[in-house]
Protein backbone atom coordinates (compact mmCIF):
# COMPACT_ATOMS: atom_id res chain seq x y z
CA UNK A 1 0.00 0.00 0.00
CA UNK A 2 3.03 2.25 0.94
CA UNK A 3 4.67 1.60 -2.25
CA UNK A 4 1.59 2.34 -4.82
CA UNK A 5 1.13 5.67 -2.78
CA UNK A 6 5.23 6.09 -3.26
CA UNK A 7 4.81 5.17 -7.00
CA UNK A 8 1.75 7.36 -7.68
CA UNK A 9 2.98 10.52 -5.63
CA UNK A 10 6.45 10.21 -7.87
CA UNK A 11 4.33 9.87 -11.24
CA UNK A 12 2.41 13.00 -10.67
CA UNK A 13 5.95 14.69 -9.31
CA UNK A 14 7.04 13.60 -12.68
CA UNK A 15 3.88 14.91 -14.76
CA UNK A 16 3.87 18.03 -12.82
CA UNK A 17 7.54 18.79 -14.10
CA UNK A 18 6.45 17.81 -17.35
CA UNK A 19 3.55 20.20 -17.00
CA UNK A 20 6.15 22.96 -16.19
CA UNK A 21 8.22 22.84 -18.77
CA UNK A 22 6.13 22.43 -21.43
CA UNK A 23 4.32 25.85 -19.48
CA UNK A 24 7.88 27.44 -19.79
CA UNK A 25 8.54 26.43 -23.32
CA UNK A 26 5.21 27.72 -24.67
CA UNK A 27 5.56 30.99 -22.22
CA UNK A 28 9.37 31.64 -23.83
CA UNK A 29 7.63 30.58 -27.43
CA UNK A 30 4.58 33.88 -26.89
CA UNK A 31 7.89 36.33 -25.44
CA UNK A 32 9.36 35.91 -28.65
CA UNK A 33 6.75 36.23 -31.26
CA UNK A 34 5.29 39.26 -28.54
CA UNK A 35 8.87 40.29 -29.62
CA UNK A 36 8.73 39.89 -33.48
CA UNK A 37 5.03 41.14 -33.84
CA UNK A 38 6.42 44.91 -31.98
CA UNK A 39 9.28 44.91 -33.96
CA UNK A 40 6.79 44.23 -37.22
CA UNK A 41 4.78 47.17 -36.25
CA UNK A 42 7.15 49.80 -35.37
CA UNK A 43 8.87 48.98 -38.86
CA UNK A 44 5.52 49.22 -40.39
CA UNK A 45 4.79 52.61 -38.45
CA UNK A 46 8.04 54.05 -39.35
CA UNK A 47 7.46 53.15 -42.92
CA UNK A 48 3.87 54.66 -43.36
CA UNK A 49 4.67 57.95 -41.54
CA UNK A 50 7.67 58.24 -44.15
CA UNK A 51 5.74 57.45 -46.99
CA UNK A 52 3.05 60.07 -45.79
CA UNK A 53 5.78 62.84 -45.40
CA UNK A 54 6.72 61.90 -49.08
CA UNK A 55 3.40 62.17 -50.44
CA UNK A 56 2.70 65.23 -48.36
CA UNK A 57 6.18 67.18 -49.08
CA UNK A 58 6.19 66.24 -53.10
CA UNK A 59 2.91 65.33 -54.08
CA UNK A 60 -0.66 66.97 -51.92
CA UNK A 61 -0.53 70.87 -53.50
CA UNK A 62 -0.97 73.84 -50.88
CA UNK A 63 -4.35 74.16 -49.30
CA UNK A 64 -4.84 77.68 -51.14
CA UNK A 65 -4.71 75.52 -54.77
CA UNK A 66 -7.16 72.70 -53.84
CA UNK A 67 -10.18 72.85 -55.32
CA UNK A 68 -11.88 71.13 -52.71
CA UNK A 69 -15.16 70.27 -54.51
CA UNK A 70 -13.82 69.37 -57.67
CA UNK A 71 -14.64 65.76 -58.92
CA UNK A 72 -10.98 64.86 -57.61
CA UNK A 73 -11.72 65.66 -53.76
CA UNK A 74 -14.92 63.83 -54.18
CA UNK A 75 -13.51 60.94 -55.72
CA UNK A 76 -10.93 61.20 -52.19
CA UNK A 77 -13.34 61.59 -49.78
CA UNK A 78 -15.02 58.60 -50.72
CA UNK A 79 -11.76 56.87 -50.36
CA UNK A 80 -11.35 58.27 -47.15
CA UNK A 81 -15.35 57.24 -46.47
CA UNK A 82 -14.76 53.79 -47.32
CA UNK A 83 -11.47 53.42 -45.24
CA UNK A 84 -12.93 54.82 -42.10
CA UNK A 85 -15.63 52.85 -42.54
CA UNK A 86 -13.45 49.27 -43.03
CA UNK A 87 -11.60 50.41 -39.55
CA UNK A 88 -14.68 51.22 -37.73
CA UNK A 89 -16.28 47.42 -39.11
CA UNK A 90 -13.13 46.36 -38.02
CA UNK A 91 -12.94 47.63 -34.75
CA UNK A 92 -16.23 46.53 -33.90
CA UNK A 93 -16.08 43.12 -35.42
CA UNK A 94 -12.61 41.95 -34.28
CA UNK A 95 -13.73 40.30 -31.33
CA UNK A 96 -17.10 38.39 -33.22
CA UNK A 97 -14.35 37.30 -35.59
CA UNK A 98 -12.96 33.74 -35.44
CA UNK A 99 -10.02 33.17 -38.06
CA UNK A 100 -7.51 30.34 -38.59
CA UNK A 101 -4.30 32.78 -36.69
CA UNK A 102 -6.58 33.04 -33.72
CA UNK A 103 -7.36 29.66 -33.28
CA UNK A 104 -3.85 28.78 -33.82
CA UNK A 105 -2.68 31.15 -31.11
CA UNK A 106 -5.77 29.62 -28.72
CA UNK A 107 -4.27 26.24 -29.08
CA UNK A 108 -1.19 27.10 -28.66
CA UNK A 109 -1.88 28.66 -25.12
CA UNK A 110 -3.60 25.39 -24.46
CA UNK A 111 -1.04 23.78 -21.76
CA UNK A 112 -3.41 20.48 -22.67
CA UNK A 113 -2.21 20.61 -26.13
CA UNK A 114 1.22 19.92 -27.56
CA UNK A 115 0.77 18.70 -31.14
CA UNK A 116 -1.85 20.35 -33.54
CA UNK A 117 -2.69 21.25 -37.31
CA UNK A 118 -4.78 23.84 -38.35
CA UNK A 119 -4.68 23.56 -42.71
CA UNK A 120 -7.04 25.19 -44.80
CA UNK A 121 -8.10 24.45 -48.67
CA UNK A 122 -5.82 26.23 -51.10
CA UNK A 123 -7.10 27.43 -54.43
CA UNK A 124 -5.59 24.46 -57.18
CA UNK A 125 -4.43 28.12 -59.27
CA UNK A 126 -1.68 28.14 -56.62
CA UNK A 127 -0.06 25.97 -58.81
CA UNK A 128 0.45 28.30 -61.16
CA UNK A 129 3.08 30.72 -58.84
CA UNK A 130 5.82 29.69 -61.73
CA UNK A 131 3.48 31.73 -64.49
CA UNK A 132 3.09 34.46 -62.31
CA UNK A 133 6.46 35.07 -61.63
CA UNK A 134 7.13 34.45 -65.48
CA UNK A 135 4.60 37.17 -66.16
CA UNK A 136 5.99 39.76 -64.06
CA UNK A 137 9.52 38.92 -65.59
CA UNK A 138 8.45 38.96 -68.89
CA UNK A 139 6.68 42.14 -68.36
CA UNK A 140 10.43 43.83 -66.78
CA UNK A 141 12.18 42.28 -69.83
CA UNK A 142 9.40 43.33 -72.56
CA UNK A 143 10.55 47.15 -71.37
CA UNK A 144 13.70 46.14 -73.16
CA UNK A 145 13.65 46.65 -76.96
CA UNK A 146 17.53 44.95 -77.36
CA UNK A 147 14.98 41.36 -76.15
CA UNK A 148 13.23 39.40 -78.82
CA UNK A 149 9.40 39.79 -78.04
CA UNK A 150 8.87 36.59 -79.07
CA UNK A 151 11.65 34.84 -77.65
CA UNK A 152 10.37 36.36 -73.78
CA UNK A 153 6.60 35.07 -75.14
CA UNK A 154 7.96 31.91 -76.04
CA UNK A 155 9.48 31.20 -72.88
CA UNK A 156 6.22 32.31 -70.57
CA UNK A 157 4.27 29.88 -72.84
CA UNK A 158 6.43 26.88 -71.96
CA UNK A 159 6.25 28.23 -68.52
CA UNK A 160 2.60 28.48 -68.61
CA UNK A 161 2.03 25.17 -70.62
CA UNK A 162 4.23 23.01 -67.71
CA UNK A 163 2.00 24.67 -64.92
CA UNK A 164 -1.40 23.44 -66.88
CA UNK A 165 -0.24 20.13 -67.18
CA UNK A 166 0.84 20.50 -63.59
CA UNK A 167 -2.79 21.53 -62.10
CA UNK A 168 -4.68 19.65 -65.00
CA UNK A 169 -3.27 15.76 -64.65
CA UNK A 170 -2.16 13.86 -61.71
CA UNK A 171 1.55 12.68 -62.77
CA UNK A 172 3.08 10.20 -60.90
CA UNK A 173 6.83 9.24 -61.13
CA UNK A 174 5.27 5.89 -62.60
CA UNK A 175 4.05 7.98 -65.58
CA UNK A 176 6.46 10.93 -65.51
CA UNK A 177 9.46 7.92 -66.42
CA UNK A 178 7.07 6.38 -68.92
CA UNK A 179 6.86 9.80 -70.59
CA UNK A 180 10.20 10.97 -70.63
CA UNK A 181 11.21 7.17 -71.91
CA UNK A 182 8.55 7.81 -74.58
CA UNK A 183 9.81 10.58 -75.47
CA UNK A 184 13.52 9.76 -75.49
CA UNK A 185 12.71 6.79 -78.09
CA UNK A 186 10.59 9.53 -80.36
CA UNK A 187 13.94 11.38 -80.93
CA UNK A 188 16.00 8.30 -81.58
CA UNK A 189 13.64 7.46 -84.17
CA UNK A 190 13.21 10.61 -85.60
CA UNK A 191 17.04 11.26 -85.81
CA UNK A 192 17.12 7.67 -88.01
CA UNK A 193 14.98 9.34 -90.15
CA UNK A 194 16.84 12.30 -90.10
CA UNK A 195 13.97 14.37 -89.06
CA UNK A 196 15.30 15.57 -85.65
CA UNK A 197 15.92 19.45 -86.78
CA UNK A 198 12.87 19.79 -89.01
CA UNK A 199 10.62 19.12 -86.37
CA UNK A 200 12.62 21.07 -83.88
CA UNK A 201 12.03 23.80 -86.07
CA UNK A 202 8.38 23.41 -86.10
CA UNK A 203 8.45 24.92 -82.68
CA UNK A 204 9.83 28.51 -83.99
CA UNK A 205 6.50 28.67 -85.90
CA UNK A 206 4.88 29.41 -82.43
CA UNK A 207 4.90 33.06 -82.03
CA UNK A 208 3.74 33.88 -78.91
CA UNK A 209 4.41 38.14 -78.53
CA UNK A 210 2.48 40.07 -75.89
CA UNK A 211 3.25 43.53 -74.22
CA UNK A 212 4.27 44.43 -70.82
CA UNK A 213 0.44 45.15 -70.00
CA UNK A 214 -0.65 41.95 -70.70
CA UNK A 215 2.25 39.81 -68.72
CA UNK A 216 1.15 42.45 -65.33
CA UNK A 217 -2.46 41.78 -66.04
CA UNK A 218 -2.29 38.07 -65.85
CA UNK A 219 0.31 38.64 -62.78
CA UNK A 220 -2.14 40.63 -61.09
CA UNK A 221 -5.18 38.21 -61.64
CA UNK A 222 -2.83 35.63 -60.30
CA UNK A 223 -1.61 37.13 -57.42
CA UNK A 224 -5.38 38.16 -56.69
CA UNK A 225 -6.81 34.74 -57.32
CA UNK A 226 -4.31 33.47 -54.20
CA UNK A 227 -5.24 36.20 -52.17
CA UNK A 228 -8.90 35.26 -52.11
CA UNK A 229 -7.83 31.66 -51.50
CA UNK A 230 -5.59 32.97 -48.46
CA UNK A 231 -8.27 35.04 -46.97
CA UNK A 232 -11.10 32.52 -47.04
CA UNK A 233 -8.98 30.06 -46.12
CA UNK A 234 -8.98 32.15 -42.25
CA UNK A 235 -12.61 31.42 -42.25
CA UNK A 236 -12.85 27.86 -43.15
CA UNK A 237 -10.42 25.78 -42.50
CA UNK A 238 -9.64 22.28 -40.19
CA UNK A 239 -8.28 22.33 -37.37
CA UNK A 240 -7.08 18.76 -35.87
CA UNK A 241 -6.03 17.92 -31.88
CA UNK A 242 -5.46 14.34 -30.33
CA UNK A 243 -9.02 14.32 -29.68
CA UNK A 244 -10.84 15.83 -31.98
CA UNK A 245 -11.16 17.19 -34.88
CA UNK A 246 -12.87 21.07 -35.82
CA UNK A 247 -14.39 22.09 -39.13
CA UNK A 248 -14.75 25.86 -39.01
CA UNK A 249 -17.18 27.05 -41.64
CA UNK A 250 -17.45 30.92 -41.18
CA UNK A 251 -16.43 34.15 -39.87
CA UNK A 252 -17.97 33.09 -36.42
CA UNK A 253 -18.24 30.33 -34.00
CA UNK A 254 -20.20 28.35 -36.67
CA UNK A 255 -18.08 24.61 -36.54
CA UNK A 256 -18.57 21.15 -36.36
CA UNK A 257 -16.83 19.07 -33.43
CA UNK A 258 -16.18 15.51 -34.48
CA UNK A 259 -14.31 12.98 -32.37
CA UNK A 260 -11.11 11.18 -33.32
CA UNK A 261 -12.39 7.46 -33.74
CA UNK A 262 -15.10 9.12 -36.46
CA UNK A 263 -12.74 10.50 -39.05
CA UNK A 264 -9.60 9.01 -40.68
CA UNK A 265 -6.89 10.85 -42.10
CA UNK A 266 -4.48 10.29 -45.31
CA UNK A 267 -1.79 11.55 -47.68
CA UNK A 268 -1.33 11.73 -51.03
CA UNK A 269 1.31 12.65 -52.50
CA UNK A 270 0.84 10.66 -55.11
CA UNK A 271 1.01 13.97 -57.95
CA UNK A 272 5.25 14.33 -58.43
CA UNK A 273 5.14 17.64 -59.81
CA UNK A 274 3.21 19.07 -56.81
CA UNK A 275 5.00 17.30 -54.90
CA UNK A 276 8.10 19.24 -56.16
CA UNK A 277 6.39 22.39 -55.52
CA UNK A 278 5.72 21.42 -51.85
CA UNK A 279 1.79 20.76 -52.11
CA UNK A 280 0.28 17.78 -51.44
CA UNK A 281 -3.22 16.82 -50.42
CA UNK A 282 -4.94 15.41 -46.77
CA UNK A 283 -7.81 13.36 -47.40
CA UNK A 284 -10.15 13.08 -44.62
CA UNK A 285 -12.62 10.17 -44.65
CA UNK A 286 -15.89 9.74 -42.33
CA UNK A 287 -16.81 6.73 -39.88
CA UNK A 288 -20.39 7.39 -41.76
CA UNK A 289 -20.16 6.33 -45.48
CA UNK A 290 -22.97 9.18 -46.28
CA UNK A 291 -20.91 11.62 -45.92
CA UNK A 292 -18.40 12.94 -48.86
CA UNK A 293 -14.45 12.64 -47.93
CA UNK A 294 -13.32 16.47 -47.86
CA UNK A 295 -9.55 16.57 -49.72
CA UNK A 296 -7.45 19.86 -48.31
CA UNK A 297 -4.71 20.70 -50.71
CA UNK A 298 -2.12 22.18 -48.50
CA UNK A 299 1.61 23.56 -48.67
CA UNK A 300 4.97 22.33 -47.22
CA UNK A 301 3.21 19.33 -47.10
CA UNK A 302 6.30 17.35 -45.50
CA UNK A 303 5.76 19.15 -42.51
CA UNK A 304 2.10 19.04 -42.32
CA UNK A 305 2.35 15.19 -42.64
CA UNK A 306 4.81 14.77 -39.87
CA UNK A 307 2.60 17.03 -37.46
CA UNK A 308 -0.31 14.94 -38.55
CA UNK A 309 1.36 11.86 -38.04
CA UNK A 310 2.21 13.01 -34.34
CA UNK A 311 -0.88 14.55 -33.92
CA UNK A 312 -3.05 10.96 -34.17
CA UNK A 313 -0.33 8.92 -32.78
CA UNK A 314 -1.38 10.64 -29.43
CA UNK A 315 -4.50 10.75 -27.21
CA UNK A 316 -4.86 14.13 -24.90
CA UNK A 317 -5.28 14.20 -21.22
CA UNK A 318 -6.29 17.27 -18.70
CA UNK A 319 -4.07 17.65 -16.29
CA UNK A 320 -6.08 18.37 -13.00
CA UNK A 321 -4.09 21.34 -10.86
CA UNK A 322 -3.02 20.10 -7.14
CA UNK A 323 -4.68 22.51 -4.57
CA UNK A 324 -1.92 22.59 -1.55
CA UNK A 325 -4.12 20.59 0.57
CA UNK A 326 -4.56 18.08 -2.25
CA UNK A 327 -0.86 18.00 -2.90
CA UNK A 328 -0.52 17.28 0.89
Known amino acids: ?184 FFLLWLHLLGWVVPFLKLFRNIAVSMNATVYLLVGIIGLFTILISWLKGLFYYVTITPNYMNLQEGPTESGEQIGREDYNTRIDTSDFLERLMGFGRIIITFKERKRQPIVVLVWKIRKKAQLLESVRAKFAIDHLQQTPAQAQ
Not at 63 to 90: D, H, R, T
Not at 139 to 144: K, N, T
Open 1 to 184: MAYGSFLKGHIMEEQNVEDNRNVEEKSDSKSAKRKKKIIFWVSGLVGLIVILFILIYFLIPKPSEIEWMSNKMIAVYIAIGLVAAAVGAWFILRKTLRTRLRMQKAIRLDPDINDWLVVFNWTPKVLYVPTIVASFLAAGFSCFHSISGTAVGGIWFAVFFLNFLIEEYNISIKILLITIVSLG
